[in-house]
Structure formats: structure tokens, C-alpha cells
């Protein structure tokens, strides 16, 4: 499948900072998650691509064409920005039309793109009020509306998902969807690896500039498998706890937290372990008050990546 | 979409977007300064018509062409850029199919109409107020739109030189200040050649000019007259000048927006 985005040896410093280092990376139709902490680069790249910035190495083009100051590039891509600001004295109406203006359609082409995105982002009823009246998720959705009006073949989505409430997301994550099945190309950034997993299988991990890993969401997790798991358990007696596991091949490493009542616990096998542990506590009586997972996010299995 | 085209879609949308906005409406309110101290006077100074002209020069050179035409041009030149980078809109704009320098040829085309406009306004009802008694008088309209004119014309040029500032600095409001009180101030009282480096001098050249009498008071006077003597270029001379400053830091301004990258302040 011929790449809609390539980036070829993608660099970009913010004066001494590095935004972006040696990237290379093709992104094919269909829907790819851009996953990775913030301040991880998601955005630099977005804005690489959408021609806000120019790389200092490297190249990065849309359909062949490269992105920095080819207002042509433009015309297919609809860009949705991270940052929650807009014109906040005009109505949702305003906005979307407004923008619609810089594509040199007819008014009344205008008017008709308008409706039918606001109307895809459930926001006809309140397209009158003005944007500074509307909740976070209508703002969310009004920034999705501006960037699908014009019918782009290549959406960018930076955290697009960020501030929905629970619904909010799901209708969100239906659009998106929608959109790919009609043969599109969409990138779309998240610090949580849910949300990514919620949209596509297709993933690609970004931390401090760099590709770390891409590929489907399997493989990622393979290799988040890789590394042991962190559970820690807050209980009535930790000892007595740590006692039933000393045989368990399972477990690589047993630790007790500074408060005298948390075993820490590494161990290959999370979900052996945990049901091991529902018998364990159930058998020796012990009150267990807490279980946590302190690598379960996105950030230590980055640095579990990093450090690989 | 073609670059006129463009610019002229910048234009629509700014032209919308500046009319709702609560600094057009502070400083249209500022605009009706000149109009409540053209109502006194009138009240005050009823009949004595040769003073109120007097006055009215005042109120032209003092605040429409050394103030309000200054702080306009300011505040909404330097946002061409500033406010968009400021307020982190700048990506709905330049992720869009027109050439950058659409953007700031038609938002500050837009704001100088708004700027125009509030002018306008402003000089018409303070002057007419203060003229009413000569309506019918044709000199009366004449010299309103050679007011309006070189007001226009000062808004043109201010507005391309602050529109530029604002594209290369990013606290171009300072100095932009500095500039357009400070420089602009100091710099057209100076005898000589000295007074042609500032963009009120050409706008001042385009007024009336009534020489001021040799000898015509004492010794300390004289020596005001000679400092703040306005040594005036012809009038074809400043209109060109201004035109080709108005072009000038329109196309830098343009130049700049197009080569640089806009960081947004985290």
C-alpha cells in the first residue's frame, strides 16, 4: 500500500530542545494511533505534517507533496488542534462556516458543509449559541466539525479525545470510525493507550522525539509483556502474604514498602498472579485493603521501552 | 483558490470577526471623546466660530492624528499576527488552502476598515457638531475629506508598520508604544531633515500648514517656533511616501509571516 505521510529522518529542536529526532516513519490509509506520553513529540509531528512547522532535517510529505508552505497540501487534510481555543465571540455557526470560506466554496456550499457537520457532531440544535457558552465536549466536537466540513481524505487529530466525558468519547471514537470506513486516512494522537486501542489496532509509539515501536496493538503489548508487572498489595499482613508466594516460579521479586503494610510484587504472569492471589487471601484470612499497579500506565512502559 | 481570492475571504471572515470583538467596542467608545468635547466647546464657545476652528486643529492634531489613529493602528496591527499566536488560533488559519501572505494582507485590510470606519465616525460627528453652524458652507465638506483622507492615510501606513512589527516580534505592543509615542512624538518637532524619518510628519504635510509668524512674540516663542517648526513635504511627495511605507511593511510583513514558524507559548 503506498504511504499517505512519510516523514523521512524528521528532526525539529526548539532551540536547544529536541521536539522531534530522526524519524522515519510511513503512515498507510486507514486509522493509526499516535501513543505516547506528553511532551513525547505527538504534537511536533502533527504540526510537521500539517505544515505549521518546517523540519530543521529531513522531509516530511502528504501524498507526496511536501507539507511546509504548499497551501495546495491543505485542501485534503482537516486538521483538529490539541489546545481548546477558538474565536470565542462567534457561535459554532460562525466558526464552521467561517473557515469553510477558505476553501472557495459558494455560500450556499458553505451553508450545506455546515449543517451536515454540525449535524454529524450532534450540534445543530446549539449551533447559534456562542462558542464561550459551550461545554468542553462541544467544544471538542465543534473542533472535530471545522476539521471534517470540507470533506478532507486525511484527518489529524491531536488528542482529540481529551475532556469527553465517557459518551462523549464513544460517539467520538464512532466518527473517527465512520470516517476510515470511508476509505480515509486518519492519524490521531493519545497519551492513553485505551483510546487508541478503542480506534485502531495500527500503533505507533513516540517518547522523547523518537519511534520506539510501531506496529499493531498485539505486538505493542507483546512487548509490554515483556517486561514484568509491578503489583502492589496493601494489606493486614504483608509478611504473612509474601510467605504464601516465596515458591510461586511466577514471581521474580518481592519487596516491602516503606509504610509496613504494601508488598510489592514483580512478576511475568499478572493475571496467574492475580488469581493466586483471590485463593491466598481468601485461605490465610488476611484483609487485603488495596491493589495497584504502579507500571500499569503508559509512561513505565515507556520507560520499560527506553530502557530495553 | 486564487491569492485575490484568498485574500478577499480573510477579509470577510476578519471583517465579521473584528466588528464582535470587545476591543472594537472600547475603542469605538474611545472614538467618542473628540465627539462630548465637540458638544462642549459648541456649548461653551457658541458664535465664536474662528476659535472653534482653532480648537477643532487641536483636537485633529492632538488626538486623532498623534492618538487615536496611533493606538488603533497599534493595537490592531500588531494582532494580525499577535493575537493569533497569542490566542493559539493560528492553526485553524494556516492548516487552510490559501497562501500565507492572504492571511495577513486580508485581516489587516479588514481591520483597517474597522479602524476607518471608527475614524470616520469620530471625525464626522465631532466636526460637524462643532460646524454646525456652517452646513451649507461647500468649504466645510472639502476640508472634512481632506481630514478623512489624511486620517485614512495614516491609518493605511501605521497599520502596515505595526502589522509588520507584530509579524517579527513577539512583544511587538511595546514597541510599538515606543514608536508610535515615543519616536513619532519627538522625532517631528526636530528642525531639518530630521522630522521626514517619522510617519506623522508626511500625514502633517497633507494638512493646511499656516507658517508660523517670524518674530511674532518674544525671544523664548521664537525659539519655539523654531523647534517645533514643521518644514513640510509636498504634497504629491507624502502621499507617495506614505503609499510606498504602507506597501512596504506590508510586503515584509508578509514575507516574514510566510518564512517563520510560530511557537506557541506553553
Given at each position: 500500500m503506498t504511504a499517505v505521510i512519510a516523514a523521512s529522518n524528521l528532526s525539529k529542536w526548539y532551540g536547544n530542545v529536541l521536539g522531534l529526532n530522526d524519524v522515519s516513519l510511513e503512515i498507510e490509509e486507514g486509522i493509526t494511533g499516535l501513543l505516547g506520553p506528553n511532551g513525547a513529540g505527538k504534537s511536533t509531528f502533527m504540526k510537521l505534517i500539517t505544515g505549521q512547522m518546517k523540519p530543521a532535517i529531513g522531509s516530511v510529505t502528504v501524498r507526496g507533496r511536501?507539507?511546509?508552505?504548499?497551501?495546495?497540501?491543505?485542501?485534503?487534510i482537516g486538521f483538529c488542534p490539541e489546545q481548546d481555543v477558538f474565536y470565542e465571540d462567534v457561535t459554532g455557526w460562525e466558526f464552521v462556516t467561517g473557515l469553510l470560506r477558505f476553501y472557495g466554496y459558494s455560500r450556499t456550499e458553505i451553508r450545506e458543509r455546515a449543517a451536515r457537520a454540525l449535524d454529524v457532531v450532534d450540534l445543530t440544535a446549539d449551533k447559534d449559541r456562542l462558542i464561550r457558552g459551550y461545554s468542553r465536549g462541544m467544544r471538542q466536537r465543534v473542533k472535530f466539525a471545522q476539521a471534517v466540513a470540507h470533506d478532507p481524505d486525511i484527518l489529524i487529530l491531536d488528542e482529540p479525545l481529551s475532556g469527553l466525558d465517557p459518551l462523549g468519547k464513544r460517539k467520538l471514537i464512532k466518527l473517527i470510525k465512520d470516517f476510515k470506513r470511508q476509505g480515509r486516512t486518519v492519524l490521531v494522537s493519545s497519551h492513553v493507550l485505551p483510546e487508541i486501542e478503542a480506534l485502531t489496532s495500527r500503533v505507533v509509539l513516540i517518547h522523547q522525539g523518537k519511534i520506539l515501536a510501531q506496529g499493531d496493538i498485539p505486538f505493542i503489548r507483546e512487548l509490554i509483556e515483556a517486561h514484568p508487572h509491578q503489583i502492589s498489595v496493601r494489606s493486614s499482613d504483608p509478611r504473612a502474604l509474601a510467605a504464601r508466594f516465596v515458591g510461586d516460579k511466577s514471581i521474580q521479586k518481592m519487596t516491602f514498602g516503606a509504610d509496613g503494610r504494601t508488598l510489592v510484587v514483580e512478576t511475568h504472569k499478572r493475571d496467574a498472579f492475580f488469581s493466586r492471589l483471590t485463593g491466598v487471601v481468601l485461605e490465610a484470612g488476611i484483609a487485603v485493603e488495596e491493589i495497584s499497579s504502579p507500571d500499569d500506565n503508559l509512561q513505565a512502559v515507556f520507560e520499560y521501552l527506553v530502557g530495553k | 483558490m486564487t491569492g485575490v481570492s484568498a485574500v478577499r475571504q480573510v477579509f470577510g471572515f476578519f471583517s465579521f470577526l473584528g466588528r464582535k470583538t470587545g476591543k472594537t467596542r472600547a475603542f469605538a467608545i474611545l472614538g467618542l471623546i473628540p465627539v462630548a468635547l465637540a458638544v462642549v466647546v459648541r456649548i461653551v464657545l457658541h458664535g465664536r466660530s474662528g476659535l472653534m476652528a482653532a480648537v477643532f486643529t487641536e483636537i485633529l492634531m492632538v488626538f486623532f492624528l498623534q492618538f487615536y489613529i496611533v493606538i488603533l493602528a497599534l493595537f490592531y496591527g500588531t494582532s494580525v499576527t499577535a493575537e493569533e499566536v497569542e490566542n493559539r488560533t493560528l492553526s485553524y488559519l494556516i492548516t487552510r488552502p490559501i497562501p500565507k501572505p492572504a492571511i495577513v494582507l486580508g485581516k489587516s485590510a479588514a481591520y483597517a476598515v474597522l479602524m476607518f470606519a471608527m475614524v470616520g465616525v469620530s471625525l464626522a460627528l465631532s466636526y460637524f457638531i462643532m460646524n454646525a453652524a456652517r452646513l451649507s458652507d461647500p468649504d466645510l465638506y472639502a476640508t472634512f475629506f481632506r481630514y478623512l483622507g489624511v486620517l485614512g492615510l495614516g491609518v493605511l501606513a501605521y497599520t502596515a508598520f505595526f502589522t509588520f512589527l507584530g509579524a517579527v516580534l513577539k512583544r511587538a505592543i511595546i514597541v510599538g508604544m515606543v514608536f508610535g509615542f515615543g519616536w513619532e512624538n519627538v522625532i517631528?518637532?526636530?528642525?531639518?531633515?530630521?522630522?521626514?524619518?517619522?510617519?506623522v510628519h508626511y500625514l502633517k504635510s497633507l494638512l493646511p500648514y499656516h507658517p508660523p509668524s517670524v518674530g511674532g512674540g518674544g525671544g523664548g516663542r521664537g525659539v519655539a517656533l523654531l523647534l517645533f517648526r514643521l518644514e513640510p513635504t509636498a504634497p504629491l511627495a507624502a502621499i507617495l511616501i506614505l503609499a510606498v511605507v504602507t506597501a512596504g511593511f506590508l510586503a515584509l510583513a508578509c514575507w516574514v509571516f510566510r518564512m517563520k514558524e510560530y511557537l506557541y507559548e506553553e
Open positions: 511536501k507539507a511546509w508552505n504548499d497551501p495546495g497540501v491543505y485542501q485534503g | 517631528q518637532y526636530f528642525p531639518g531633515s530630521t522630522q521626514k524619518l517619522s510617519i
